[in-house]
């Protein structure tokens, strides 16, 4: 899963790394640990133009009663992603990036004797230093009890299995996309299946990974430190 990442990346940077025509939000502060329900950067096409927006990490489907199920609804597993109702409709026509430059997953450890020793977070980013392009989709909710009420825009992470860097650690990752692939994935003219079939590991020599401090569980905790390399705790193993 993907369940914290970093954004510090400027909107004037990512409105050009992204090639988005359009901004349509105003600046957030540089987070090293980024949590569901926060207001998030993505890069969408809203009438028929690439533009950078602000949604809140979280989807909640347009049908929804309540917009707190998008608590939980903060990664979408490719596998079947086109037969679930809270996506399919979002696969079709509302497809997005979510820009990271690093992002976070958990390691399992054990002791020598194979007692269970928590786990052990890792920063994962890439090597050649540009932010990743995490696949996502986003919908527009609308409280139909109060017609008055703004829209609400969420979005979701799409995660696959992990590769081959990433399988020591946790059996999932974002889906990354590379850049001969964002057209293709934001164009809502791009059918469904043909959408669906990016949605792979992204290649292990795009990235560098490492263990962190466990500062990381806590969403009170950040800045820069939070990246700092950490030797992993002697006699635990993975």
Not at 116 to 143: N, S, T
């Amino acid at each position: 899963m993907c369940g914290r990442y970093t954004s510090t990346s400027t909107m004037k940077d990512l409105a050009a790394i992204f090639d988005a025509e359009e901004v349509r939000a105003e600046p957030l502060p540089a987070r090293y640990n980024v949590a569901p329900t926060l207001d998030v950067y993505a890069v969408a096409v809203r009438e028929g133009h690439r533009a950078l927006g602000t949604f809140r990490w979280g989807l909640v489907p347009s049908w929804a009663k309540d917009p707190a199920i998008g608590n939980r609804m903060i990664n979408a597993r490719a596998e079947g992603i086109d037969t679930k109702p809270a996506y399919r409709a979002a696969l079709a026509r509302r497809r997005c990036i979510i820009p990271a430059d690093y992002f976070y997953e958990w390691q399992r450890r054990a002791n020598a004797d194979g007692k269970p020793a928590g786990k052990l977070p890792y920063a994962v980013h890439r090597l050649d230093g540009e932010p990743m392009a995490l696949a996502g989709l986003w919908e527009v909710w609308r409280d139909r009890s109060d017609p008055d009420s703004p829209p609400l825009k969420t979005c979701v992470i799409i995660t696959t299995e992990a590769n081959d860097l990433m399988s020591p650690v946790h059996d999932r990752m974002p889906v990354v996309l590379g850049r001969e692939s964002w057209q293709r994935w934001l164009d809502p003219s791009t059918e469904a299946d043909e959408a669906k079939a990016l949605l792979v590991p992204a290649p292990s020599d795009w990235f560098e990974l490492f263990p962190v401090s466990s500062r990381v569980n806590n969403v009170r905790n950040d800045g820069p430190d939070l990246l700092e390399p950490l030797d992993p705790p002697p006699g635990v193993r993975s």
